[in-house]
């Protein structure tokens, strides 16, 4: 993965008010933590780091006041609404530190006709370096049939990169295509029940009228 370039400013102001200020001056607080260290606060330019942070774990490289910082996005906070950016939490790392992140998985491929395939697990957590963390682990679907299952074990993981979630767990079930046919028999049915229905009515209206006439 390479890393994103981005000029950040420390800040000294904190809460609601200042986000929003921040915000209004297209810029987006954060925190820098990690190593011991006290946490950095700071605001990166909204617009950069937004197309920055589209790949999950996406590694910064922070220019502090002159100095270079590298970071590695733990946490997006976004506006549940808008899903605007309006927090970030960010992990300092250094070259070839290993660190703990959860990975995409990806399907690949089709199955077997008549069957479909249910990604069961969304991502995996993997221990990888900090400077070469994948941005997704793919497991190929193609051709499998209905039984046929995909473990943790058994996907293939990235050069550098060690599986620290449950070897057992289901990523992949593959099962049989369900042909859906019952809304169009319940609308085939419910047509002349509904036409016999309205005869019915129909006829009992006439028979009250010609009685209220005698």
């Given at each position: 993965m390479s890393e994103q370039k981005l000029a950040a400013?420390?800040?000294?102001?904190?809460?609601?008010?200042?986000?929003?200020?921040?915000?209004?001056?297209?810029?987006?607080p954060a925190v820098i933590y990690g190593h011991g260290a006290?946490?950095?606060?700071?605001?990166?330019?909204?617009?950069?780091?937004?197309?920055?942070?589209?790949?999950?774990?996406?590694?910064?490289?922070?220019?502090?006041?002159?100095?270079?910082?590298?970071a590695l996005v733990k946490d997006i906070q976004r506006n549940?609404?808008?899903?605007?950016?309006?927090?970030?939490?960010?992990?300092t790392v250094r070259q070839g530190e290993k660190v703990t992140v959860d990975v995409p998985v990806h399907a690949?491929?089709?199955?077997?006709?008549?069957?479909v395939s249910n990604l069961e697990m969304t991502t995996v957590s993997l221990e990888a370096e900090a400077t070469h963390?994948?941005?997704?682990?793919?497991?190929?679907?193609?051709?499998?049939?209905?039984?046929?299952?995909v473990h943790a074990s058994d996907l293939v993981l990235p050069k550098g990169t060690v599986l620290l979630t449950d070897a057992e767990a289901l990523v992949v079930n593959v099962s049989e295509a369900v042909e859906i046919?019952?809304?169009e028999e319940t609308g085939e049915e419910a047509?002349?029940?509904?036409?016999e229905a309205a005869t019915e009515e129909g006829a009992a209206a006439e028979e009250s009228s010609e009685a209220a006439a005698e």
């Open positions: 400013e420390v800040r000294t102001e904190f809460g609601k008010g200042f986000a929003r200020r921040a915000r209004m001056a297209n810029l987006i006290e946490p950095i606060h700071v605001t990166l330019p909204a617009k950069a780091t937004t197309l920055a942070v589209r790949t999950p774990n996406a590694l910064l490289s922070l220019d502090i006041n002159g100095e270079n910082h590298l549940p609404i808008k899903q605007i950016i309006e927090h970030l939490d960010l992990l690949t491929g089709e199955v077997a006709p008549g069957n963390v994948p941005t997704a682990v793919e497991v190929s679907v193609e051709g499998r049939t209905a039984g046929e299952h046919a019952l809304e047509a002349p029940a509904a036409e």
